[in-house]
């Protein structure tokens, strides 16, 4: 789904020339300059140098990578995006990174793998406190950087502070259990949680906040140090937090990497010491990133990949409820979801109404810049994402399918409006490529076999959904669907949250399953002490508990 162009150096936006800059005055999409909000970051780019590592923000003087926002501001004589710039760092930097991170877990008997949960709960709770103070700096990148509304980006850094909070709340639940002891066949025993090691964590640019920190900080928390590389588009919207990560966390606990993939995150893959891999993105990268590990079996993965979850329409749905879950389900954030519904089968006896009012539905969406009031469809950062979009609509129109709307119209440069693509077909590009974006093919069927066999041979198997009434049409659905996806929705769109429910997928989709709670259990182990039960070992037992003398082995309970 994402990063697919992470070792390919993502190319600058250019500057736009006279007849380009007319055309989108004349669309009136990009504002002029004097008209831009205020913190404007093109008046004044946001030029990061610093980079955390074994608690010290440091300061780079090595190159550095420009960043471009989707958004333009335009003048007389052009047009300009040019927003910051951050620390291109070397594969040494790394290196050190990663020494940090190993030292402060030193075998597990560092400070912070070591310390009680009741501390490092404490640690994590200082964090929130200072992260939620700089919660306008962050919603302010969040739509420089990546184009996400202001509303959908309040809601990224909220839903982000909420799922902390839940952790800590899972966490203290889960140790409670943890600090009882059983006796079984004569043997007394403590199973606990411990962490693994050193994680690398690399989040994407659609959520590069909330779905980072939801692997971020359940690795933390579990006593896990960490090296945080943030994705290529949304690096910025981090450097608010650079010093509630150096003040609330002991020395190497979390470090950041900046950079091209290649030059820092090889290094860290080759040297054998990374022990889990948080990753979301493409599974091209993430195996490419698997495979450079020298002992893969001793890394634990937690991947969010693709997906290309589709909705089925059935003959008796809700047509109001369909189209309306359908649309924001296929264009929330422009598309730019994992969870995204990214085909529609649509029966055939339903197929020219449902298609008629989803085309309604469409155009009545507000566009515009991320600050825009209520506005729905926004730029996409991705360089080169419209003329990937453009190839897949033309892939289908010169095979065949329909193009409903002329939403080239609508659309320049970083901006793209909906593509609705009818009469889509296997031979189509569109049918199988995760488009990540605003267009969206519909299918026409008349046998719920079709729909089915498109997921069993999907690649991908996240989530569906199912829009009807007819309970034995859904039960046979349900049935067959969830052996192919982790997730059925039924009259509802597909979605990750409530970040209680687990968030998962098969075969290119997903490893690993993420939730508040599963994300404590996936960043450490089951470990356990016994002893048989004998009067000698139960008055070594008492002592450890009475005087304290153990983090471990300990009944403390947290209220
Ligand atoms: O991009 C994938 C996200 O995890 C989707 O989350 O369904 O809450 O938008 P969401």
């Not at 411990?194 to 933390?220: K, R, W």
């Not at 296929?330 to 197929?351: E, W």
């Not at 089951?526 to 508990?545: F, H, P, Q, S, Y």
């Given at each position: 789904m994402l990063m697919l162009s992470y070792f390919v150096k993502i190319k600058s936006m250019p500057i736009l020339d006279r007849e380009t800059t007319y055309i989108m005055r004349t669309k009136n999409i990009f504002p002029s300059i004097e008209h831009l909000p205020e913190p404007n970051f093109i008046k004044?780019?946001?030029?990061?140098?610093?980079?955390?590592?074994?608690?010290?923000?440091e300061k780079?003087?090595?190159?550095?990578?420009?960043?471009?926002?989707?958004?333009?501001?335009?003048?007389?004589?052009?047009?300009?995006?040019?927003?910051?710039?951050?620390?291109?760092?070397s594969g040494c930097v790394a290196l050190k990174a990663l020494d940090a991170a190993r030292k402060a877990y030193d075998s597990g008997r560092g400070e912070w793998p070591a310390m009680s949960v009741e501390s490092r709960i404490e640690h994590i709770r200082r964090f929130v406190i200072k992260m939620k103070s700089k919660r306008e700096e962050v919603v302010q990148l969040l739509m420089w950087e990546i184009g996400k509304s202001?509303?959908?980006?309040?809601?990224?850094?909220?839903?982000?502070?909420?799922?902390?909070?839940?952790?800590?709340?899972?966490?203290?639940?889960?140790d409670r259990i943890s600090s009882r002891f059983t006796i079984s066949q004569?043997?007394?025993?403590?199973?606990?949680?411990?962490?693994?090691?050193?994680?690398?964590?690399?989040?994407?640019?659609?959520?590069?906040?909330?779905?980072?920190?939801?692997?971020?900080?359940?690795?933390?928390?579990m006593g896990n140090t960490v090296i945080f590389k943030p994705p290529k588009m949304g690096v910025l919207?981090?450097?608010?937090?650079?010093?509630?990560?150096?003040?609330?966390?002991?020395?190497?606990?979390?470090?950041?990497?900046?950079?091209?993939?290649?030059?820092?995150?090889?290094?860290?893959?080759?040297?054998?010491?990374?022990?889990?891999?948080?990753?979301?993105?493409?599974s091209k990268v993430a195996d490419i990133l698997k495979k450079q590990h020298p002992k893969p079996h001793r890394m634990k993965s937690i991947l969010g990949l693709e997906a290309k979850n589709p909705a089925i329409?059935?003959?008796?749905?809700?047509?109001?409820?369909?189209?309306?879950?359908?649309?924001?389900?296929?264009?929330?954030?422009?598309?730019?979801?994992?969870?995204?519904?990214?085909?529609?089968?649509?029966?055939?006896?339903?197929?020219?109404?449902?298609?008629g009012r989803f085309k309604d539905e469409v155009e009545k969406l507000k566009v515009g810049l991320p600050w825009d009031k209520d506005v729905q469809i926004t730029p996409l950062p991705e360089p080169g994402k419209t003329e990937y979009l453009d190839s897949l609509v033309n892939d289908a129109t010169e095979k065949g399918a329909k193009l409903l709307n002329n939403y080239k119209e609508k659309s320049d440069f970083s901006f793209f409006f909906p593509a609705i693509v009818s009469g889509v077909k296997s031979n189509m590009r569109l049918y199988h490529e995760e488009q990540f974006g605003p267009v969206i093919p519909i299918v026409k069927y008349s046998n719920l076999d079709e729909p089915l066999e498109y997921v069993v041979n999907s690649n991908y198997g996240q989530q569906a959904s199912i829009f009807g009434e007819n309970t034995s049409e859904i039960a046979r659905l349900v049935d067959t669907l969830v052996n192919q996806v982790c997730r059925v929705n039924i009259n509802s769109q597909c979605q990750r949250g409530p970040d209680e429910l687990p968030f998962t997928g098969r075969k290119d989709s997903a490893e690993g399953t993420l939730s508040v709670s599963d994300a404590l259990r996936v960043f450490s182990i089951?470990?356990?002490?016994?002893?048989?039960?004998?009067?000698?070992?139960?008055?070594?037992?008492?002592?450890?508990?009475k005087e304290n003398r153990s983090t471990f082995l300990s009944t403390d309970f947290i209220f």
């Open positions: 004044k780019p946001l030029r990061q140098v610093e980079f955390l590592i074994n608690g010290i923000i780079w003087n090595g190159p550095f990578e420009k960043v471009y926002s989707p958004v333009y501001g335009v003048d007389e004589e052009k047009a300009v995006n040019e927003i910051g710039s951050y620390p291109l760092l202001r509303k959908d980006s309040e809601k990224e850094f909220d839903r982000t502070v909420d799922y902390i909070n839940d952790t800590i709340e899972a966490l203290k639940q889960l004569g043997i007394i025993a403590q199973v606990r949680r411990a962490p693994l090691g050193v994680v690398l964590c690399m989040g994407p640019y659609n959520y590069p906040l909330n779905e980072t920190f939801t692997t971020l900080l359940p690795a933390l928390i919207l981090h450097k608010p937090l650079l010093d509630a990560f150096a003040e609330s966390f002991p020395a190497g606990v979390i470090n950041t990497v900046y950079g091209d993939g290649q030059e820092v995150i090889a290094p860290l893959m080759e040297s054998g010491f990374v022990d889990v891999l948080a990753f979301i993105g493409s329409i059935l003959p008796d749905a809700d047509m109001d409820q369909a189209i309306n879950e359908c649309v924001t389900g296929a264009l929330s954030y422009n598309g730019q979801r994992c969870t995204a519904l990214k085909i529609l089968f649509v029966h055939d006896s339903v197929y020219d109404d449902f298609v089951r470990t356990l002490v016994a002893l048989k039960e004998t009067a000698g070992n139960k008055e070594i037992l008492t002592d450890i508990l």
